[in-house]
């Protein structure tokens, strides 16, 4: 008899859950820069010395502009981005995952053309790149190339860095071999596979010599 609540037979999400747990990986994003500003904000509170003082500015500026780079990009993954049956320039998303994943330590090199996709098939590609992301977790490069053309349009990201790696469990959730865990780094995996079924696609993340490759084909 199969243990019922073993992880590969785990129980999905309902939407309730989902979106709870959507929202919880948003939040996770956001609370390090949010953070950072509160910190610069008390530090100008306290009257500081001069440099002491432009020290806060520049942390300030620099958490504003994470954090707003992180909730375009978020709104973009994970929100509606327009309506039901919308479609998304391509260049709008290269321009939202430069400002969401580069940050000196990872880069990316985009191969796509710039073209108008519909919504749920720019929302897979961002979020394979935070699934490639998390593969390389030292930084390196993503390499973003596509899979046919036109709307029809799939993509592969190529995932290289010192100790690139497969994340736990992650294939597993991308294949649906394995349930979602109820906390927000599963969720994002999960909702991938989602957004790519709903494109009528398969998500596959395998090694490929040194480096990470996430399809969707």
């Known amino acids: 008899m199969s243990d019922a609540s073993s992880p590969a037979t785990a129980t999905a999400p309902d939407m309730l859950e989902l979106a709870a747990l959507l929202c919880s990986r948003v ?3 956001l609370i390090s820069p949010v953070g950072a500003i509160v910190n610069g ?3 100008l509170d306290d009257d500081p010395k001069p440099e002491d003082r432009e020290f806060a500015l520049d942390l300030i500026r620099k958490s504003a502009k994470t954090a707003s ?4 990009f978020c709104r973009l993954a994970f929100g509606a981005a327009g309506s039901s049956g919308a479609q998304i320039d391509l260049g709008d998303a290269q321009t939202m995952a430069r400002g969401h994943i580069e940050d000196g330590k990872c880069a990316i090199t985009w ?3 710039r073209l108008l996709l519909p919504k749920n098939r720019v929302k897979l590609l ?4 935070v699934v490639a992301q998390h593969t390389i977790p030292r930084g390196g490069m993503l390499t973003v190339d596509p899979i046919g053309e036109g709307e029809t349009m799939s993509f592969r990201i190529t995932a290289t860095g010192h100790n690139a790696r497969l994340p736990q469990n992650i294939s597993e959730l991308l294949s649906g071999e394995r349930g979602p865990a109820a906390d927000a780094h599963a969720i994002q995996p999960y909702y991938t596979r989602l957004l790519a079924e709903a494109c009528g696609l398969t998500v596959k993340l395998a090694p490929e010599g040194e480096a990470i490759i996430v399809t969707a084909s």
Not at 126 to 129: D, S, W
């Open 27 to 29: 939040c996770h994003d």
């Open 41 to 43: 904000l008390e530090v």
């Open 69 to 72: 780079a992180r909730l375009q």
């Open 111 to 113: 191969n796509l053309p």
């Open 126 to 129: 961002l979020n394979m790149l």
